[in-house]
């Protein structure tokens, strides 16, 4: 396969676990990319990311480096991977993709259900291919965890409950402000729950019935001296329930306002049995089959075919998995696992959360998807000036 002339853009932190990732696949003889190119309005940043590049892709020249967008599209580039913060997610892809690019983007999809939408319409008008990176999924468990629900080991599923609670008071840069990154944890580490709600369930989510709160208005540099304080305007507390196809209820909630002692509970309940994220698989019979059993257990029976597409050259990273299968895309025109639609759809999940909380009221996932309901949103959308 001729290698792809792909482009960073962002050069933050998860863009080191992406450059790590593409050194990984390097490194193990999986080559479907040549990173020719790095961008960050940091120029710092992005010749970090270069120098890091130029050391593991040896017999390339070191990545050119840009600050602007519209410099970097105008050179020799197939592909871009948008790492930025959210709120630059939609108007960075956008131009990529008229620019005849194609995107690979860091979840969320976008910061609005119709910033999202304007992403996805981008890329069909183009005709490139639009994957979303997520990588929960991917992970050796999440796979074994699937497969052992696929085989109907659990029964029909009936329940998930899903609880993060405890206290994070610490400043975290623009994830503090809703017009840079839409909202909090809900969204941001939110987006990759949606979306193994709907990988692990296999079906789609209808209905959200769900709270936010702001308790604490303040973050710290200092959080147990309540010292070097700014105001933040998204949620720190969430409570959702969605209903699902089938049935089947999921019970989601996060906290980061909840002093004292914290829990952490993830377990799907189906008619025979339960699947714990921490412990594994229980039955009504008493059988208990430990998550790490599972794992072994799975991998050993993979097929050699689906091993290598699963976890190219052995590699089980899940970034480094997510971005050659972005690259099998552009190349031989295979869906991506998680494409525009996959991400949508759990953008939608997260932001039904706020829409129902912002009107009071159960809201349909189809009126979310249709930008029908935008309460929440409204104000993003306006100061973004996404029409
Ligand atoms: N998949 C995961 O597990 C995971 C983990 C962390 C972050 N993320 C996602 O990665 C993205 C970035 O998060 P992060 O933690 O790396 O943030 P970060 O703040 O560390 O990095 C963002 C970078 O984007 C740069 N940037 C901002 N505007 C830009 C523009 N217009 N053009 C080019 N560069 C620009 C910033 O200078 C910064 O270097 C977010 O979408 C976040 O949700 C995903």
């Known amino acids: 396969m001729k290698p792809i002339k792909l482009a960073l853009a962002g050069c933050g932190g998860i ?24 961008c960050d309005v940091v120029k710092e940043r992005a010749g970090d990311a270069a120098a890091q590049i130029a050391q593991f892709q040896k017999n390339n020249k070191k990545p050119a480096v840009f600050t602007d967008l519209d410099k970097l599209l105008a050179a020799d580039v197939e592909a871009v991977d948008i790492c930025t913060l959210h709120s630059e997610h939609h108007t960075l892809a956008t131009r990529c993709l008229a620019a005849g690019k194609h995107v690979h983007i860091e979840k969320p999809l976008a910061i609005t259900m119709r910033a999202g939408r304007q992403i996805m319409d981008a890329a069909v008008d183009a005709q490139r291919v639009l994957a979303v990176g997520e990588n929960y999924r991917r992970s050796p468990a999440e796979r074994a965890t ?27 840069g623009w994830r503090n402000f809703k017009r840079a990154a839409g909202a909090g944890w809900t969204l941001d580490g939110g987006v990759h729950f949606a979306d193994l709600f709907l990988y692990q369930l296999g079906t789609r989510a209808h209905q959200v019935t769900a709270l936010t709160r702001l308790y604490e208005p303040y973050r710290y540099d200092d959080p147990a ?4 304080a700014w105001q933040v305007d998204v949620e720190d507390a969430a409570m959702a329930l969605i209903q699902f196809d089938d049935e089947v209820v999921v019970q989601w909630t996060w906290q980061g306002s909840a002093p004292g002692q914290g829990f952490n509970k993830r377990v799907l309940y189906g008619s025979e049995g339960c699947m714990d994220w921490e412990s594994g698989l229980w039955l009504r019979d008493g059988t208990h089959v430990e998550r790490e059993t599972l794992v072994e257990e799975y991998m050993q029976g993979l097929a050699a075919a689906e091993k290598e597409r699963l976890f190219p050259g052995g590699v089980t990273n899940p970034i480094a998995q997510e971005l050659n299968d972005f ?6 025109g ?3 696992e998680v ?10 999940l997260c932001l039904a959360l706020f829409e129902s909380s912002w009107f009071g009221r159960p809201v349909s996932l189809q009126e979310i998807e249709r930008c029908e309901t935008e309460g929440y949103q409204a104000e993003i959308n306006r100061a973004l000036g996404i029409v």
Do not use: S
């Open 225 to 228: 001296r309540r010292q070097g």
């Open 146 to 172: 699937n497969q052992a629900l696929r085989q109907g080991r659990i029964g029909r599923p009936r329940t998930f409950y899903w609880h993060d609670v405890g206290e994070a008071m610490g400043k975290w």
């Open 339 to 348: 494409d525009g639609e996959m991400g949508f759809r759990a953008l939608a």
């Open 327 to 332: 690259a099998a895309a552009v190349r031989l």
């Open 15 to 38: 863009a080191g676990a992406h450059v790590n990732a593409l050194a990984e696949l390097w490194e193990n003889g999986i080559r479907p990319f040549r990173i020719v190119a790095v």
């Open 334 to 336: 295979t869906v991506p």
